[in-house]
């Protein structure tokens, strides 16, 4: 029996069963593996993390990107940090106003691998002529003088401890770079790892630096069943957040109904349920780590 | 190096790992092993199935006990089937205005070794004089003409499938019998196991069951990280029951301070935005079983 | 990390890394997997068993082959039951008195597989001109009358269970239509499955089956790393054999030399010596089963 | 379930069932593990390594102490290095000219737990008028002058790389050391760890280490099915000793009659054939690691 184990967020081992490998092996940045489960259909490992499971996605990926999106009253142009996958995009271009979107993932082959291997999942996004793919480094990408955007979309790899390289897309200085390329109102959203009584310290990390470079903050999450946790994101603007006190029931159902968004895994009810954490989880993540 | 592992919810294999075995046996019922974990501290097992570990438990308990007890104006009598550990009493207990909890537990040896080994865990509960233990078949217990509740939590060993046998713990003749020992206005509330994208069924089949019995049923569910899941529960009453389109969110928070309730693991945000599952999820949950 | 796990001879797991996996899908008969270990080297498994891996896959082909023909004086014509993988053909031929090899294993598409992946592995053996490789059923090829053999090697999957559909490969009618086609002084060895000290059911049956059919029977076994077992065989002939009071040490190493034999993984030695296997074992393969 | 998982020898992982645990905790040297298993019998771990299984000890324990015993013409003084268990002693015992064994474990409160825990294992040994327990560092013992032994059994703890803390319970300054406690013609036992054809570091670091303190070394090894691999020996000494060219098959039968021992679980032929190893195998032990 082929099966494809990790470390849970907590500590604990988790194997998926495997039924079979569709393509394995490494690209100039990382190692990758697309594998078949029978529990979650198609899955996507990099550096032996799994990233997104065909069963699944939906729910991870509504929820990085729509909580943004509807927290702002009309977005246009977005960007995505990372995203490779395509499903991140595909979720961004249902917004009916969004006239342009660039997603910048440094890996083109592993975007080339996605747009073969996940066809289904991409659903048409690379074809849509809104979407912009510019497969280099963010840093950079942000450095440059040029467009500004509504809505940032951060769908980069995660990390379990501050000291991890990836850590380092979830710097100050990145932020700080963001910032000069928002336009006045913009909504910033990234995805900031799974989340449990015990490991808080990936989501502190996160939201400590987004606090640095943003007035108001404000963590979610859910549950992505393949990732056997509550998944986390944070949410940062200038701007006013949902938080915990003031669940965003009615205008998520009143801006998605108006702008005919379909949210067939999550529902708006439920992602405005999502800034509800648990208070033990809660408390834990106002200071950097433990 | 030791570890305990079971399959997941949906089929996957999760261990979590020991550092040390407390107790291990059978009682006349099940097997049972306690055991400490690095990461989740105190576990308890019964079957092969975790039922509990102490760094979470708490979630667990009082999203078990607390929607009922708050959706009810004024809980006073309350029956407790199963809940060996005592967690569930000691949450119950907490509500000022509860003057008699029965808890109906078969399992006379278990709940002796909860009392032993889950000290800290149980809280004093197994001391109070309002709490009366009566290790007996819940069956036997409710054919008995005897005193009325006003709610009634289920916090029995959960089943895999309908074939279960355990299922007969969430059978149409085991709620028929407990109507006749509901006051009017009864809140029951039970734990329907483990929720994921790919394996609804037996939550299913727990709503239905309670759904033949009863006027009104409402599922819902919370992250219990040692659990590595979404977690779920079903109320159901002849009264209205929140759902997810009507979050008691003021009613749970000005209960909760009335009754001077401590949800520290929780809160009342957080248990009211439970009852918002993920539409992909909720959708399966009307038809017993796929 | 993708790995690959089976329950061992003895009902433990047992995990194989896997850094990449080669070819994986479905013939007409079975399911095969091919992946690199960083252990084993490349691996091959049907229907979730290991077959062989790189690394010591010529411990277990030489201690197939060797023995049956090191204990005949002069093989010339060979017949291999199954050995889709080519290896025991190539042990086979190194014998410079063989004429003839005939090699009938029902699965062309693993034939084919195996000479693709397995190039190394064959090591030329599908190219000799005295290897005739007919890929059909056994019983079917056996039932027809034709040429007569010297020695029979059977390399087909192993059971666990006597109830196992593949221990039809190891009857008493198998071996009854084999007995028409041997030549005088014939001698027969096969592969038997693990054996430890607590199964030992598995060998015990082909050993008995083989008993029925021949005078003399004798067991030996070797241990194959990557099988985490000490691996077995039964020979079988009219002829006497070698035992555990008898070892072959000088017959085997004359006509190793006499024959210019390379027994690069072995050895005449270790082979004879893999005859003496310990009593507590021993002892239990006199009768089928426990 | 509970299981008890390692690396096996060779990098692969191997997990145990566990039915129950019997004992666990830390002596002030190492932490240990008394188990259940469901195949293996009772089981002991110290420091997360198997060290011995109930149902294959006595192969263990029979390849340890007899090959040393039944090359030595009259073994009378014997000291064991380690072997806490009690098993080593027992099979020593056995030999009916023994009048005198000293046992030196350093590990007092281990040693106790196996008095303890295994009671049939130790077999009465510890209550053999022969038998002196010194528990102290082995080193210190061999420093002081004392009497000399005619065979001098180690049954020390094994390490995977020459760099592992326990690799100098091999060193050479502890051979050193031994000599000067030993008689005239002396042979010298010990374990030597696992043994694959990949991994081959550890024993031929022991080897080596023997092989700078005597005149004569020699490497034997036997399948262990609970270790899930070939167990491993070196034997030492300025005496000649048995061989791959040279199997001792008829002294080991003759000496094990006319000291009417019982070999039960290995057998005369099965000892003397262990020093056949394999040839890929033997050929990579002659120098220190890989």
Redesign the interface.
């Known amino acids: 029996?082929?099966?494809?184990?990790?470390y849970?967020e907590?500590?604990?081992?988790?194997?998926?069963?495997?039924e079979?490998?569709i393509a394995?092996?490494r690209t100039t940045f990382q190692s990758y593996?697309f594998?078949r489960?029978?529990?979650?259909g198609v899955c996507v490992a990099l550096d032996?993390d799994i990233q997104s499971c065909e069963?699944?996605e939906?729910?991870y990926h509504e929820a990085l990107v729509h909580p943004a999106m509807l927290v702002h009253p009309d977005p246009r142009r977005v960007l995505i940090m990372g995203g490779g996958e395509g499903a991140t995009a595909r979720e961004v271009l249902r917004h009916p106003g969004v006239t342009r979107v660039v997603m910048v993932d440094m890996d083109a082959e592993f975007v080339e691998l996605c747009r073969t291997h996940l066809a289904g999942w991409n659903a048409g996004a690379f074809a849509d002529p809104r979407l912009d793919v510019q497969c280099r480094d963010i840093n950079e990408f942000l450095d440059e003088p040029g467009e500004g955007f509504d809505v940032v979309i951060g769908d980069l790899v995660d990390f379990n401890d501050p000291d991890d390289p990836a850590a380092a897309l979830y710097s100050r200085q990145l932020y700080e770079r963001l910032r000069r390329r928002l336009n006045p109102g913009a909504i910033t959203a990234t995805q900031a790892g799974g989340l449990?009584?015990?490991r808080t310290a990936a989501h502190a990390h996160v939201r400590a630096t987004l606090d640095a470079a943003f007035t108001n903050v404000s963590s979610y999450?859910?549950?992505v069943?393949?990732f056997?946790?509550?998944w986390s994101y944070v949410l940062a603007s200038d701007e006013r957040l949902p938080d915990?006190?003031a669940?965003p029931?009615e205008r998520f159902a009143q801006r998605a109904t108006a702008r005919r968004l379909a949210?067939?895994?999550?529902?708006p009810?439920?992602l405005?349920?999502?800034?509800?954490?648990?208070?033990?989880i809660?408390e834990k993540l106002q200071k950097p780590a433990t």
């Open positions: 029996m082929l099966s494809f184990g990790q849970s907590d500590g604990d081992w988790v194997e998926h069963t495997a079979s490998v394995a092996g593996l594998f489960s029978p529990v979650h032996g069963a699944d939906a729910i449990t009584t015990g999450g859910i549950v069943p393949s056997y946790h509550l915990v006190d669940l029931m949210l067939p895994a999550t529902g009810a439920s405005a349920a999502t800034f509800a954490l648990p208070v033990s809660y």
